[in-house]
């Protein structure tokens, strides 16, 4: 909400008016950004904006090293425990666009990354069995990946969860109304 993150709490209050008045029923915490103070989910809670948590990692291939997931696995459950009581949030996403990075590096399978197909997917599991879990978004299965279908540059192809990034002419333009992917987020 503020270029200082310190100062986005005095906004807030505004902020969650425009998304009710939007008629806005679901918000992103997209993984490039920070974790959101308590009030964020407290007003998303008192006016029903369903929230879809991310892992704070994005467009990157992080370590596998043990020290990492250590340090990753620490973190993730420090705010599952501290988020879980929130009747808003409705899904933990490992990251955002990691799958893709993996893709557009030409590094290998995100399938074999096992900070969201291992660590994360453990955390929530422990934590907060009741939530789903999604390893990245867009996500990449064993499937995609091998079929070639995957990431955000992944055009006509068929994936069921993607990042539409094209032309910023019309939410109403082909690119758009035509995509193959079931949900955009």
Not at 75 to 92: D, F, G, N, T
């Amino acid at each position: 909400l503020d270029a200082f993150h310190s100062r986005d709490v005095e906004r807030l209050e505004r902020a969650m008016e425009l998304v009710v008045d939007l008629d806005c029923n679901i918000l992103r915490c997209w993984g490039g950004n920070v974790y959101e103070n308590n009030r964020f989910y407290e007003l998303c809670d008192e006016n029903g904006i369903c929230v879809w948590q991310d892992f704070s990692m994005a467009c990157y291939i992080y370590p596998q090293d043990e020290d990492f997931q250590k340090v990753i696995a620490d973190e993730a459950r420090k705010v599952i425990k501290r988020l879980r009581q929130h009747p808003s949030l409705v899904l933990w996403s490992g990251d955002n666009e990691c799958d893709s990075a993996y893709e557009y590096t030409g590094v290998g399978n995100p399938n074999l990354n096992v900070l969201t197909r291992g660590i994360l997917k453990a955390a929530v599991r422990d934590e907060d069995h009741l939530r789903p879990y999604l390893p990245s978004s867009p996500f990449t299965d064993h499937k995609a990946f091998e079929d070639g279908v995957c990431g955000v540059d992944s055009g006509e192809r068929f994936v069921t969860e993607n990042h539409l990034w094209g032309p910023r002419d019309s939410f109403k333009s082909d690119y758009y109304r035509n995509a193959a992917c079931h949900l955009v987020s």
